[in-house]
C-alpha cells in the first residue's frame, strides 16, 4: 500500500504532485473506494525484471463513489519504477475500461507514468494497442476522462486522446508521441519538455487538451465537477439539480451587453453568464480556438451543453479550429443526451486564401455534420449576426433546430447588404450621379426587406423575436417541452462524418 | 521584454491608437482591424511603451503579420 516506499513518495511529493492513491483518497467519497488487482503480479522476465518487487505493477485499478455516483478508476503510480507500462499494467487498466462499460459507469483515468516498461516489450506494445481497443468501444457508452497529472510519453499518449476530455495539470504534467532525447536524436530539434508537450502547448496550441489545471486538488476537484453535469452512461439522462435559480429571471443589462453596431464587439462569455442557472458555465478548450465557445451549464435545472460565437476574437468568424473544437463538443453532447443551446453571432465562415489552403471546406462542413446527426433537443438564438453558411452551421432550423429565437438586433441573411448590393445594383451604382449616395440607399433598401427579422420570421425560420431580456425564460420553456424529444436516425453501421 | 503583436486574421487597419514612444496600458487598443463586417480593437498584451509600429490606416495585412511591438 506504500507503493514504492517512503523515499519514492517523498520525490514525488517534492515535485508537487500527489501519490496515486492520495489521488483516489481525495477523488472518492470517503470509504467508498474498492480496489481490485492489488496483488496481480508483474510478468516482466527479463534484464533482472523477473527478481524485482513491484507493487500493484505500478497502477492502482478500482471502483468507488463520486458525489454518491459510482466511477471507476485507474491510477498509475509514478513512485512504483516510474510507473512504467508494463504487460500486467496494462490488463489491470484494460480490466478496469471493461468492466466500466459492462456496469455503465465513467471511467477515469490518471496518468502519471514515464512511459512503456521496455524491458517488457511486446507485453507492453501489445498491451497499449488492447487499451486503444477499448477506449474506442467504450466510446459514446460511458463517459471517459483522462487526468494528466505527470508525463504521458510515447504510445501511451494516444490513451487520453482516444477518451472523451484530458486535463493538464500545470507544470507537473506533459504529452508527447516522443520525449526530447528522442527528437533531439531522431530530428535533430533541440526543445525541452514544456515546449514540446507541456499543458500550455496543449490548452492553446495544439488542442490536445481541454483544460489547464492548478495542481493535483484543483485537477481532481474539476473532474468532479464535469461529472456533476455528466450521466453515467448513454442509456441515462445528465443528472437534474434544483439550482434556486428562477426561470423567468430576466437579465436587465442584456441591451447594454450586445451592442445593436453590428461592426461593434462583445464577449459572449457575458451573456451565456446571464442566461444560465447562477451564471455557472463550466468551459471547455477555454484557451484554444477562443472565436468559439462550448462547455457546459444548467437551465432550471437542466444539463444543456452551449455553443456560441464570440464577437471578442476573430469577429466570431468560423474558422478550421473551432469548427473541429465545435464539432467535438457536440458529437460528445449528442452521444450522452445533452440538450444543445447554439448562440448565433456569426459574420461568416472565415474566408481567403489561408482558410481555404487549411481546408475550411473539409473541416467546416464537420460542425454542419454534427447538427444535422445530433438527435437532442437542439435551441438556437441568434443575438445579432447569422450569415451565410456560418447561420446554419450554428445551427439553424434547416440543420434540425427544434426552436429558433431571433433577437431584435439579428441579421439572418444569404450575403450582408454590402456584398448583394455590389452584384444586385452595379450597374445602377456606376451610372448614378452619386454612386455612394446610391449605394447607401439601395444598402438600407436591401437591409429593411431582407436582413430585417420580420422577413426570415414571416418565411418560419425564426420561432419568435424576443426581448433580450427574455432569453433565458424563453429558453427554459422551449428547454422543458423538448426534452422528451424523439428523434432517430435511418439505419446505419455509421455516417461517414468529414474527418 | 518586447512583444510582438501580429494580425489574428487577414484584414485591413482602420486606425492606429498609438505613436512610437508612447506608453500604453495592457488591454488598451494599439490598433484597430477591420475584417469580416466587425472592427476589431487589438489590444496590448502589457503594459509598456511602443517600440514599432509598423502599420497605417488603410494598410492591408494577412494573418500573423507583425503590427507593433510593445517593450
Given amino acids: 500500500m506504500k507503493g514504492g516506499g517512503a523515499k519514492a513518495v517523498e520525490k514525488q511529493h517534492a515535485s508537487g504532485k500527489l501519490t496515486a492513491r492520495e489521488r483516489i483518497d481525495y477523488l472518492f467519497d470517503p470509504g467508498t473506494f474498492t480496489e481490485f488487482d492489488l496483488f496481480a503480479k508483474h510478468l516482466g522476465r527479463d534484464y533482472g525484471l523477473d527478481k524485482a518487487e513491484v507493487p500493484a505493477d505500478g497502477v492502482v485499478t478500482g471502483y468507488g463513489k463520486i458525489n454518491g455516483r459510482e466511477t471507476f478508476v485507474y491510477s498509475e503510480d509514478f513512485t512504483v519504477i516510474a510507473g512504467t507500462f508494463g504487460e500486467m499494467h496494462g490488463r489491470k487498466v484494460c480490466k478496469t475500461v471493461d468492466l466500466a462499460l459492462k456496469m455503465g459507469k465513467p471511467v477515469i483515468g490518471i496518468n502519471d507514468s514515464g512511459g512503456a516498461r521496455v524491458t517488457e516489450e511486446m507485453g507492453a506494445l501489445s498491451t497499449y494497442g488492447q487499451l486503444f481497443f477499448r477506449h474506442v468501444r467504450s466510446s459514446g457508452c460511458i463517459p471517459q476522462i483522462a487526468l494528466i497529472m505527470g508525463p504521458v510519453a510515447g504510445g501511451q499518449a494516444y490513451s487520453p486522446a482516444l477518451m472523451d476530455f484530458i486535463f493538464m495539470v500545470e507544470k507537473s504534467s506533459y504529452m508527447f508521441i516522443a520525449g526530447p532525447p528522442l527528437v533531439k536524436a531522431v530530428v535533430f530539434e533541440e526543445i525541452d519538455e514544456a515546449n514540446l508537450g507541456g499543458p500550455k502547448i496543449h490548452a492553446t496550441i495544439s488542442g490536445v487538451s481541454d483544460l489547464t489545471v492548478r495542481d493535483d486538488r484543483a485537477c481532481l476537484d474539476t473532474t468532479k465537477e464535469l461529472l456533476s453535469y455528466l450521466p453515467l452512461n448513454c442509456n441515462e439522462k445528465p443528472p437534474y439539480v434544483e439550482t434556486g435559480d428562477s426561470p423567468d429571471r430576466l437579465a436587465e443589462d442584456m441591451i447594454d451587453i450586445i451592442p445593436a453596431d453590428p461592426k461593434k464587439l462583445y464577449d459572449v462569455h457575458k451573456v451565456i453568464k446571464r442566461i444560465v442557472d447562477n451564471g455557472q458555465f463550466f468551459e471547455i478548450k477555454p484557451e484554444y480556438a477562443r472565436n468559439l465557445v462550448v462547455g457546459f451549464a444548467r437551465m432550471n435545472g437542466h444539463v444543456v451543453g452551449i455553443v456560441a460565437n464570440n464577437p471578442l476574437v476573430m469577429a466570431g468568424a468560423l474558422d478550421v479550429k473551432c469548427s473541429q473544437k465545435a464539432a467535438r463538443f457536440i458529437r460528445f453532447c449528442n452521444a450522452f443526451n445533452v440538450p444543445l443551446i447554439n448562440l448565433q453571432d456569426v459574420p461568416a465562415f472565415l474566408i481567403g486564401s489561408k482558410s481555404e489552403r487549411e481546408g475550411i471546406i473539409r473541416h467546416g462542413s464537420k460542425m454542419l455534420y454534427a447538427y444535422a446527426e445530433a438527435t437532442v433537443p437542439k435551441l438556437t438564438v441568434v443575438l445579432r449576426k447569422a450569415y451565410a453558411g456560418g447561420y446554419l452551421a450554428m445551427c439553424s432550423k434547416d440543420l434540425g433546430a427544434d426552436f429558433l429565437f431571433e433577437l431584435p438586433t439579428g441579421e439572418i441573411c444569404l450575403m450582408g447588404p454590402e456584398g448583394a448590393v455590389n452584384i444586385l445594383f452595379r450597374k445602377e451604382i456606376a451610372a448614378s450621379d452619386d454612386p455612394e449616395g446610391t449605394r447607401a440607399e439601395k444598402n438600407k433598401e436591401f437591409f429593411d426587406k431582407f436582413v430585417n427579422p420580420t422577413y426570415s420570421a414571416g418565411l418560419q425560420h425564426v420561432d419568435d423575436i424576443i426581448d433580450p431580456r427574455r432569453i433565458r425564460p424563453t429558453l427554459v420553456r422551449a428547454l422543458e417541452v423538448s426534452l422528451n424529444k424523439f428523434d432517430q436516425l435511418p439505419p446505419k453501421k455509421y455516417g461517414n462524418m468529414p474527418i | ?71
Avoid at chain 2, 518586447?2 to 496600458?25: L, W
Avoid at chain 2, 495585412?61 to 507593433?68: C, R, T, Y
Fill in chain 2, 1 to 71: 521584454m518586447a512583444e510582438e503583436m501580429t494580425a489574428p486574421m487577414i484584414g485591413k487597419i482602420i486606425k492606429v491608437h498609438v505613436s512610437v514612444g508612447s506608453h500604453v496600458d495592457e488591454d488598451e487598443p494599439v490598433v484597430t482591424l477591420e475584417a469580416m463586417k466587425t472592427e476589431m480593437p487589438l489590444v496590448s498584451p502589457i503594459n509598456g511603451v511602443v517600440k514599432e509600429v509598423r502599420v497605417q490606416p488603410g494598410q492591408l495585412v494577412e494573418a500573423d503579420d507583425v503590427l507593433a511591438v510593445i517593450e
